[in-house]
């Protein structure tokens, strides 16, 4: 049975992700930061659909901890799947941070830096030697690194998220010799926990999002989520080295 890692699956787009990866027959190794509850349920729901799931933690800010991280997931494949490899990684861990460039401090660079960029870059290095030949890779970019979703108040959001796309090219090339494919989506705005929910505790803010994107609504996980299974699946296996904008149209 092929396996996937997904990270920040606790919610949102990730979780989406590991549901529909588990509906194609792929057991998932998922995580959780904070969330627990919410990656629970993840897993609750893959097991009701006939798959296998196990949630893990991981703060994808850390660095350091990666190895310990590798180390579980290690454990996990054997116990659950006894395999000491596995198929597809999706870098979605993430949060967003807002601020005019003015009073951008490091402090918030740093911490977007770390969870959005560095983060994805180190994961997927310390993961590389349990990275099956022929897997997959895709990162989870943002519409806020192209000119369509520019938005004043995320230079250091979309400049790390434009930095994820480039690596994603870099590593398209360097893992091909594994005939590993690296992809990237780009959300839109998407009805997510992300920002501190704050699509539930701003609703208002949603009429505008929907009536700049060309299908006339806000995104939701599944929309997403969906692209990222096929992604990683074997129908789109010619595709690497791409950043695909999955927005609906946004300011089309
Ligand atoms: N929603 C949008 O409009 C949108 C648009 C473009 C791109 N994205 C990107 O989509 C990805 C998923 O976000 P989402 O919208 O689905 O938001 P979400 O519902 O808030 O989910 C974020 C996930 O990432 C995890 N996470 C956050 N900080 C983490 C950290 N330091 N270490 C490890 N895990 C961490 C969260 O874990 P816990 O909750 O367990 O702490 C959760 O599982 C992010 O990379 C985001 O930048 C979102």
């Known amino acids: 049975m092929r396996v996937a890692v997904v990270t920040g699956a606790s919610s949102g787009i990730g979780q989406s992700a590991a549901v529909h990866i ?9 995580t959780y930061h904070g969330n627990r ?24 800010g850390r660095s350091e901890q990666f190895p310990a991280f590798r180390d579980a997931v290690l454990s996990a494949l054997r116990d659950t799947w006894r395999r000491d490899t596995f ?3 999706v870098n979605n861990a993430g949060a967003s941070g807002a601020a005019a460039f ?4 490091e402090e918030l660079f740093d ?9 994805p870059y180190f994961l997927t290095q310390t993961l590389l030697p349990l990275l099956a030949s022929g897997g997959a890779v895709v990162n989870v970019a943002s519409n806020a690194a192209s000119f369509a979703g520019l938005e004043a108040g995320y230079s250091a959001y979309g400049t790390m998220k434009g930095g994820l796309v480039v690596l994603t090219r870099y590593l398209a090339k360097e893992l091909s010799v594994r ?10 705005s998407t009805r ?25 609504r806000l995104g939701e996980p599944d929309d997403i989520g969906t692209v990222i299974a096929a992604l990683a699946g074997d129908d789109l296996a010619w595709i690497t080295a791409q950043d695909i904008e999955v927005s609906g149209g946004y300011n089309l």
Do not use: C, Q, Y
């Open 87 to 89: 198929d597809h990684l």
């Open 111 to 119: 911490s977007l830096m770390r969870v959005l960029l560095k983060g």
């Open 179 to 188: 005939g590993i494919r690296v992809n990237s989506v780009s959300p839109g």
């Open 102 to 105: 003015a009073d951008t401090s």
């Open 37 to 60: 509850a919410g990656a629970l349920d993840t897993v609750a729901t893959i097991e009701k659909d006939g798959g296998t799931a196990v949630a893990l933690p991981l703060d994808a």
């Open 192 to 216: 997510t926990r992300i920002g501190g929910d704050a699509f539930a505790h701003h609703p208002e803010v949603i009429p505008a999002l929907a009536a700049r994107t060309a299908l006339g």
């Open 22 to 30: 588990a509906r194609r027959g792929t057991g998932v190794i998922l």
